[in-house]
């Protein structure tokens, strides 16, 4: 570039800098970097990649990586420091049925989590006991006619040891039973996606999974003692299967990872996509 | 500097006055002004003319210890409130009825909704009429006097911190104001007057129709709605409740195209005028985002997250979890709608951050680049060619913070050493500078006239023809 050219631009660029008003306000460049990988609930995966979308814009220079093979691999890897971030459907740090707590771990609350009971579309019945539920999932239970329904074999689909939705369920839904493996009409599936799947095409199936994937012609969700499964129910207190959805920490979060969970937990986020995916806001239970 | 002696000051030098020596009727009421050193037998009447609510009008002054009283007659009128007299007081009520001062001539106390205050001069009574400190009644009535200017308004402007601003097809600017309560959309002229366009909250982050009539939006239970940013009336449009996300309008304004799933797995659109929902894509891949389409509708472009693979035994036991977050980042896909039976095509390979996809009217997108692990602190923007073989730096000089296509345009905000600015870049990658300030600004949002909103500091600040306003505080 000449220097006269050179010396035309800085004067167009004077002209155009002047020609704009300077605002007293200090300004600050956006200089929070770093990695945060997150591991564990597949039911609280689509909440977190959405968070990440939107965390980015705010803060291009975090690098935030997701993957989801179930809640308790979630505390499980924060444990072994190959995540910053453990998505679980309960609250880790404590002992639930079946896991211990994980020591020094601290419970991020970042969403409530609805659960439903969901049955094929071939299935008649439409609300079902705790009792019944029980009586189902222990292997007690094994025809719908048993339970007002039509003389078919009920194949149960169920979600593996480990997952957040399978304690939660177990823990509200079944009033504590058991989930007891059977030689035939059972299936373990690994992820929500896989137990939509597996229920909306097999005949006679019934499974469990959040609310927020509950959608199409060839699932249903059956009431619970009578209770529809809804976010109204749930906030209202009569819809007792759900939990919080969890963010846990090896101790207090900080630095990128402090910022994107106070992000995930910010009323931006909790009543604008949060509520969008489905989710409830934390807030709306108090 | 108190505002009440700025505006002074401003409207003494501004003011060609036609004075008159007046009789003080406050004299002749008997009453004693201790601030009021000028002999009120002195004080001259003189007409100035400021600018209320975008109006000009003539007001009466007289001028106290080089403190300028308004008469409040005049000054009512002006802001369309009213006055009521009750033996020696005086209650003055704003136009809405949620504000009254009560006053009297040579008193220093009065009242601003039953609360006790004080007047740095007490009111004087000139020749029958009563004059006042104009900051003082005008704040305690809600109204507001411009800083640095001579202007009144009769509705204060908003303060607080506002976020999300679009304009509408009138030129109004919406935002949402972000400490309140509750969520809460406002509708600012651009003098700053405020009306509530909405409580709504599901409408944060609305997406607007190309003509600015129509802005779409989710709630929570999956269904669309359409709101026209005029008058705020919102419909419900069709019955489908999937999760839809990323909503975007093809550009005759008849379609809008979202991300469809609970696992973000699908792309569709619905029709405005059938509010059917048409599946685009279904290929089971997972967590898209970002759609973009071409205006003739035969292109697409979206984004893919792609997540860690984690790993157990079939115990999940602890010790044999693995994660494999090699893989992980977001990439960007095309699929050609116009030709039969094409596949996505996958467009990068990188693992930088990538943000703010637009598809640009040649088939060329454009994407912002961050590299938490690159070299450069800076974000790029980056230019992936119509046919999808090349991906070059379009902008690499400056910190860029967010870009978008709008009006056939390719507009960035991005930020050096000198503070934030907003540039139009050319296919060539050449910038033209639109707007410049030291301030932090975090969001933006242009009018088809060229007109600027930002968010500056969580202030809403209009630029029009060079001039900027402040339409918040």
């Known amino acids: 570039m000449n220097w006269l050219k050179k010396l035309s631009l800085v004067a167009v660029a004077s002209a155009v800098l002047l020609s704009t008003t300077i605002s007293g306000s200090a300004w600050a460049k956006d200089d929070l970097k770093g990695k945060i990988t997150v591991n564990g609930s597949t039911a609280l995966l689509p909440l977190t990649l959405q968070a990440a979308k939107e965390f980015q814009k705010l803060h291009p220079k975090v690098k935030i990586a997701a993957s989801g093979k179930g809640s308790v691999t979630g505390p499980q890897a924060v444990k072994k420091g190959i995540a910053q971030i453990g998505a679980c459907d309960w609250d880790a740090s404590t002992d639930v049925p079946g896991f211990k707590a994980f020591d020094g771990q601290v419970a991020n609350k970042v969403a409530v989590i609805p659960f439903a009971t969901i049955v094929n579309k071939s299935v008649s019945v439409d609300n079902l006991t705790t009792e019944q539920l029980k009586g189902i999932f222990a292997g007690k239970i094994t025809n719908w006619k048993e339970v007002g329904g039509d003389d078919e074999d009920i194949v149960v689909i169920t979600r593996s040891f480990g997952s957040g939705t399978r304690v939660n369920y177990q823990a509200k839904a079944l009033g504590g039973g058991d989930i007891v493996k059977k030689e035939k009409n059972y299936k373990e599936v690994g992820s929500s996606g896989d137990m939509k799947t597996a229920v909306a095409t097999t005949p006679n199936a019934i499974g469990y999974i959040d609310l927020t994937y509950i959608s199409g012609k060839d699932i249903k969700a059956v009431k619970h003692n009578g209770v529809e499964a809804s976010v109204e129910n749930v906030i209202n207190g009569k819809y007792k299967i759900w939990s919080y959805g969890y963010y846990m920490t090896k101790g207090q979060p900080t630095g990128a990872t402090k910022a994107f969970i106070e992000y995930v937990q910010s009323k931006k986020f909790q009543e604008g996509s949060l509520k969008k995916l489905k989710f409830i806001p934390i807030s709306a239970m108090k | 500097m108190k505002t009440s002696k700025v505006l002074g000051m401003i409207l003494a030098s501004v003011v060609v006055a036609t004075t008159a020596m007046a009789p003080s009727a406050a004299a002749e009421a008997g009453h004693k002004t201790a601030a009021a050193k000028t002999s009120v037998s002195q004080l001259k009447v003189v007409n100035q003319s400021v600018v209320i609510d975008g109006a000009q009008v003539s007001l009466k002054t007289v001028s106290v210890n080089r403190v300028v009283l308004y008469s409040l007659r005049d000054l009512a009128r002006g802001l369309g409130a009213s006055i009521k007299q009750s033996g020696a007081e005086l209650t003055v009520t704003d136009s809405q009825g949620m504000h009254a001062v009560t006053l009297k001539a040579g008193s220093k106390g009065y009242q601003v909704d039953g609360v006790n205050a004080q007047f740095t001069v007490a009111p004087q009574s000139v020749q029958g009429s009563l004059y006042v400190e104009p900051t003082a009644v005008i704040d305690a009535l809600g109204g507001e006097v411009l800083p640095g200017t001579s202007e009144l308004r009769s509705t204060g402007r908003l303060s607080g911190q506002f976020s999300s601003p679009w304009f509408n097809a009138a030129g109004n600017v919406i935002v949402s104001q972000d400490d309140a309560e509750t969520a809460q959309l406002f509708k600012l002229g651009s003098n700053g007057q405020s009306e509530l366009f909405s409580d709504n909250g599901n409408l944060i982050g609305a997406t607007l129709s190309p003509d600015l009539s129509t802005a779409a939006f989710t709630d929570e239970n999956g269904a669309l709605f359409l709101i026209n ?129 637009s598809l640009l009217s040649d088939g060329s997108a454009a994407y912002i680049s961050a590299d938490p692990d690159g070299a450069t602190d800076g974000s790029v923007l980056k230019l992936i060619s119509a046919d999808g073989t090349k991906i070059s730096n379009l902008v690499a000089d400056v910190d860029v913070v967010s870009s978008r296509a709008v009006n056939g345009k390719l507009v960035i905000l991005a930020e050096d050493a000198n503070g934030s600015h907003l540039f139009e870049v050319a296919p060539t990658g050449a910038k033209t500078e639109m707007y410049s300030t030291k301030a932090s600004v975090s969001e933006w949002a242009l009018a088809k006239n060229g007109t600027i909103v930002l968010i500056e500091d969580g202030k809403v600040i209009l630029v029009q023809s060079g001039k900027s306003t402040e339409l918040t505080k």
Request: net charge negative; hydrophobic share 30%; no cysteine.
């Open chain 2, 229 to 357: 940013t005029g008058n705020g009336i919102v419909k419900k449009l069709g019955s489908d409740t999937t999760v839809k996300t990323d909503l975007t309008w093809s550009a005759d304004g008849k379609k809008i195209y979202f991300i469809q799933g609970d696992k973000q797995e699908k792309i569709a659109y619905i029709s405005l005028d059938t509010a059917q929902v048409t599946e685009v894509l279904a290929d089971k891949v997972e967590n898209k985002a970002e759609v973009q389409v071409s205006p003739d509708e035969k292109k697409l472009v979206y984004f893919v997250n792609v997540t860690g693979k984690a790993e157990t035994d079939k115990e999940g036991t602890e010790e044999s979890l693995t994660i494999d977050y090699s893989k992980a980042g977001t990439q960007v896909y095309s699929l050609e709608l116009g030709k039969k039976d094409a596949k996505p095509v996958q467009l990068t390979k990188e693992l930088d951050n990538k943000l703010y996809l």
